[in-house]
């Protein structure tokens, strides 16, 4: 499981969070793969591209999955 930290920051947009990962190339490509229902927060499909993700909270895709940490 891979960690991302968000460095004294509230938050992470979700589109943010997969480019930043690296699972994404873009931001629009990051914004499709969430609106198709292929992204997950916490085990629940999340399609709200600006969704906010805070630390303890658990983003999955393509058979991986990040935990947020503070």
């Not at 920051?9 to 699972?23: A, I, M, N, R, T």
Request: proline share 1%; net charge neutral.
């Amino acid at each position: 499981m891979e960690i991302f930290n968000l460095d004294n920051h509230p938050h992470v947009e979700l589109c943010d969070l997969l480019k930043f990962q690296g699972w994404s190339e873009s931001g629009g490509a990051a914004k499709e793969v969430i609106a198709d229902g292929l992204v997950k927060v916490d085990g629940q499909v999340e399609t709200r591209k600006r969704c906010k993700i805070v630390a303890g909270q658990k983003v999955s895709f393509a058979g991986r999955t990040v935990t947020v940490q503070a």
